[in-house]
C-alpha cells in the first residue's frame, strides 16, 4: 500500500496544503517544500481539465503526492482526474452512505467501476500492463470524502462504514453557514466537528480538516485528526507580502 493511504489508515499526522492558481509554477514551487501532499483545489478555483493535467505533471516531476479537491461527485470528472496521475480525490458534499459507496465505485476498476484505460499518465501511457494498472489503482488511489452538510449529520455512521473510503475530510466553513452561524468558533459549530471527529474514531476512520487558527493544532491532533490541509499558495503570497511591506514601513520610521 502507499505510504500516504497507509499513514491515513495508521491515523498518522500528515500536514498538506491547498494550491488555488491553475498554473503548474505555483504547483512545482509549493511541490519542493516537503508537505505530505497538496491539494489542487478544482472545486473553487479555476482548474479545467489542462490546468489539472499540467498541475499534476508538475507535481510528479517532484515526486510530490497530490490529491484534488473535485468540483462534483460525476463519473467523468473522478474519471478524468484519476487518468491524470492524480493520487486520489477529495469530494465535497458528501451526504449520505448510498452517494459514497458509487463514488467509491467509480475510483476502483471493477465489475460497473472505473472505466479502464491504458493510455493515460496514470498507467504510464501503455508501459504499464493490465496487472500493474490494477493494482496501482488498488494500493494507491485515495478516496476522502468531505462532510460539510446538515443532511450528512444523521448518516455519520453509515458513511463510515463504507468500505474503500480512506478519510472524511471537515468542511468547517460549509458547516458552519449550513448551522446559520458566521463565526467558525460558535459552540454549535466545534460541537458539530466534534462529533464527526469522534464518530470517525469510533469506526477508525481518519478525519481531515482545514483551520485557519494554528493554534488550534494541539487540541486536534489529541482527538486523533490526521490530516491537516492548511494554507494555499494565495495565503502564502499574501503573508510573505504583508511581512515585507511591514518590515519595510519598520525600516523607513527607523531613519
Request: proline share 2%; hydrophobic share 40%.
Amino acid at each position: 500500500m502507499h505510504e500516504f493511504k497507509q499513514a491515513l489508515a495508521d491515523k498518522k499526522p500528515l500536514l498538506g496544503t491547498f494550491v488555488k492558481t491553475p498554473h503548474f509554477h505555483n504547483t512545482e514551487v509549493l511541490s519542493k517544500v516537503g508537505f505530505t501532499t497538496i491539494c489542487l483545489d478544482a472545486e473553487h478555483a479555476a482548474f479545467d481539465r489542462r490546468d489539472l493535467d499540467t498541475c499534476i505533471l508538475a507535481a510528479k516531476a517532484n515526486q510530490q503526492h497530490v490529491l484534488v479537491r473535485i468540483p462534483n461527485d460525476h463519473h467523468d470528472t473522478i474519471l478524468n482526474t484519476l487518468d491524470l496521475g492524480a493520487d486520489g480525490i477529495v469530494v465535497p458534499h458528501v451526504k449520505s452512505a448510498q452517494q459514497l459507496q458509487n463514488i467509491v465505485k467509480q475510483c476502483y476498476y471493477g465489475h460497473n467501476g472505473r472505466g479502464y484505460a491504458g493510455s493515460t499518465r496514470m498507467a504510464g501511457y501503455t508501459t504499464n500492463n493490465m496487472q500493474q494498472n490494477l493494482a496501482h489503482n488498488a494500493n494507491n488511489t485515495v478516496v476522502i470524502a468531505q462532510i460539510e452538510d446538515i443532511d450528512a449529520l444523521d448518516q455519520l455512521d453509515a458513511i463510515c462504514q463504507v468500505k474503500g473510503v480512506d478519510c472524511l475530510f471537515i468542511g468547517r466553513m460549509d458547516l458552519t453557514v449550513a448551522l446559520g452561524e458566521t463565526d467558525p468558533n460558535a459552540s454549535k459549530v466545534l460541537e458539530t466537528v466534534a462529533k464527526i471527529v469522534q464518530v470517525a474514531n469510533k469506526y477508525e476512520l481518519a478525519t481531515g480538516m482545514f483551520i485557519a487558527n494554528l493554534d488550534e493544532l494541539d487540541h486536534w491532533l489529541k482527538q486523533r485528526v490526521s490530516l491537516f490541509l492548511l494554507g494555499s499558495d494565495h495565503s502564502f503570497m499574501l503573508a510573505g507580502a504583508r511581512q515585507l511591506k511591514a518590515t519595510f514601513e519598520q525600516a523607513k520610521q527607523a531613519q
